[in-house]
C-alpha cells in the first residue's frame, strides 16, 4: 500500500476493523518514511458471470437502477429500492461464492420485488424470464393470487 503523502510502497498497519454489515476491513496505516497515517477499506469483490460468458463485479447501484425501470410510475420510493438493492447485496455475499452467475441475481431480485410492488414484479419477471405470450402473464399472475390467497388466510387466522 503506496503512502498517499509521500509516495513510499510499504506502510504499516496500527488496526483493522471490520464495517458494520461486515462487507469491508478499516485499516488504519502509518507511513515509516514520512510517518503520516492514513486509513484504507478493503472489500472483497463479489463478481458476476453473465451469460455472454464476460464478468463485472457486483453492484448493487445496478441492481436498484434495473428495479427502478421496473417501478416506473408505481408508488415506491428510492428508500425503499436503496432497501432492497441492499437485501440482494446481502444475499449474495451470503452465498460465500467469490463468482456468481447473472441468472442467480435475478432470481434474488425477484423475491423481495414481488414483496414491494408486484406490477413492478411482473414487469421484471417478464423481461427476466423472457415471457412471450400472454399465457406466460397469465401464469405468473395466477401465482401471485395463490400467494396472496395463501398469505390472506395465515393473516385471517
Known amino acids: 500500500m503506496h503512502c498517499p503523502f509521500c509516495r513510499n510502497p510499504d506502510s504499516r498497519v496500527i488496526d ?3 464495517t458494520e454489515d461486515g ?8 507511513c515509516p518514511e514520512c510517518g503520516r ?23 448493487r447501484e445496478k441492481i436498484i437502477a434495473g428495479v427502478r425501470r421496473a417501478c416506473q410510475g408505481r408508488p415506491v ?3 425503499a429500492l436503496a432497501k432492497l438493492g ?16 447473472s441468472h442467480e441475481v435475478g432470481l434474488a431480485i425477484l423475491g423481495p420485488l ?3 410492488d408486484e406490477v413492478a414484479y411482473l414487469r421484471f419477471a417478464s423481461v427476466y424470464r423472457g415471457f412471450e ?7 405468473e399472475i395466477e401465482s401471485l393470487r395463490t400467494a396472496f390467497t395463501a398469505a390472506r388466510g395465515r393473516h385471517d387466522d
Open 16 to 18: 483493522s476493523r471490520s
Open 77 to 79: 420510493d428510492e428508500d
Open 86 to 101: 441492499q437485501r440482494v447485496e446481502e444475499t449474495i455475499r451470503a452465498t460465500g461464492v467469490a463468482e456468481i452467475a
Open 23 to 30: 462487507a469491508a476491513i478499516r485499516r488504519r496505516r502509518a
Open 37 to 59: 497515517r492514513f486509513t484504507t477499506q478493503e472489500t472483497v469483490l463479489q463478481m458476476v458471470a453473465k451469460r455472454s460468458g464476460v464478468t463485472e463485479p457486483f453492484s
Open 114 to 116: 414481488r414483496e414491494l
Open 133 to 139: 405470450s400472454l399465457e406466460d402473464f397469465e401464469r
